[in-house]
């Protein structure tokens, strides 16, 4: 993914410094309510990028049921506990079309093979971030199936 050019950089800047602004605002002297909303901003903006931890966890059991409980890349079976929801790409959030539930050392290669455009090497097949956001691996199945 790009980085921000220096005039997106600039907007974002001055986003962040209208921000600390309205938080200091609310704050007044009260470190401790600085603190609280800050993190409360934090989570917020967070939960905009990749879901909450109920939506995500609700991702993970559709993901556990449709893959019968086996790993998308290898096969093997998921640990009860431990197995990696991952995105195809990022930017894409956390969708049923965008993920893919791995264990843990299939997700540490997807993570390793995961490329600067956000294209992903999976087994020896790489996945377009186009070709995927246009739906063209829906039909690929978890082995096993």
Not at 89 to 106: F, K, M, P, S, V
């Amino acid at each position: 993914m790009a980085a921000l050019s220096e005039e997106d950089r600039a907007k974002a800047i001055g986003i962040l410094e209208r921000v600390r602004g309205e938080i200091d605002a609310v704050a007044g002297e009260d470190a401790e309510l600085r603190f609280q909303v800050r993190r409360y901003v934090l989570k917020r903006l967070e939960f905009d990028e990749r879901g909450t931890p109920t939506q995500r966890r609700k991702l993970k059991e559709q993901k556990w049921k449709f893959q019968k409980g086996r790993c998308w890349e290898c096969g093997e079976a998921l640990p009860k506990q431990g197995a990696e929801l991952h995105r195809l790409r990022a930017i894409d959030g956390y969708t049923e079309a965008n993920t893919q539930l791995l264990c843990w050392a299939c997700h540490a290669r997807a993570q390793a093979a995961t490329d600067q455009t956000g294209g992903l090497v999976v087994g020896q097949q790489r996945v377009a971030a186009t070709d995927h956001a246009a739906g063209a691996d829906s039909t690929l199945e978890p082995e096993g199936t």
